[in-house]
């Protein structure tokens, strides 16, 4: 992953945390502004930043273009796709580079890493955290827990690091769940449970058909 920086005469571009962006002519898919997180995160409270992320691979096309195109193409983006800043706001810029940002998954890759593992835990002083150090795709909580867990343990708890974001199950799943079981008491498919629930949420009764359980859940979040 790439992540490009850019600083902003301006004191805020969105109010949003992050934002993700589907579009196949703009090339980053996530953005953020650190200082709706926090405005210690901006040394002027007059201006303020924007990170767009890059998922990209070791030596593809994005990851090989330079530091100065990447800060040119966010501020193209940013400004002529997105209508998000104007060119002269744009003060600057820099791109960092993260190779190992998130573990990258082959077939039968659980075997290596099952060696790899129960070579590490057969010493007592060594634990493993965070996305790469136990190979799990974490969100950044759950990367975050591990060190404090494992701190814990440092200190004489006894906490398995193995077990945070363990569970085989997404929030998106139990909704579906849910909806599909209200479907059984209607008579209704799934999709149209949720798009009428989500109508009569609006004010109306109209709605549009929703052929599939998964596009109800996208249409409703």
């Known amino acids: 992953m790439i992540t490009v920086n850019l600083m902003l005469d301006r004191q805020q571009m969105t109010h949003d945390t992050w934002l993700y962006v589907h579009d196949r002519d703009i090339l980053f ?4 502004e650190p200082k709706n997180w926090s405005v210690d995160m901006v040394p002027d409270q007059s201006k303020t930043s924007v990170v767009a992320e890059y998922f990209c691979s070791f030596g593809d096309e994005i990851w090989n273009r330079s530091d100065d195109t990447l800060v040119e193409q966010t501020a193209r ?64 909580d759950h990367s975050v827990e591990t060190g404090l867990l494992a701190a814990k343990n440092i200190l004489g708890e006894a906490h398995d690091l193995e077990q945070v974001n363990a569970a085989q199950e997404y929030h998106e799943i139990k909704r579906l769940d849910k909806a599909r079981a209200a479907a059984n008491g209607t008579g209704r498919d799934a999709g149209e449970t949720v798009a009428a629930a989500t109508a009569a949420a609006n004010g109306n009764g109209a709605h549009h058909a929703v052929p599939t359980p998964v596009a109800a859940e996208v249409a409703t979040r």
């Open 29 to 32: 898919g996530r953005l953020h």
């Open 77 to 140: 983006h940013l400004s002529d796709d997105l209508g998000f800043v104007t060119r002269n706001e744009v003060l600057g810029g820099f791109a960092v580079r993260c190779p190992r940002a998130y573990p990258s998954y082959t077939l039968g890759y659980e075997k290596a890493l099952d060696v790899i593992k129960g070579f590490v835990y057969s010493f007592d002083n060594l634990q493993i955290i965070g996305r790469y150090g136990t190979f799990r795709y974490n969100n950044a």
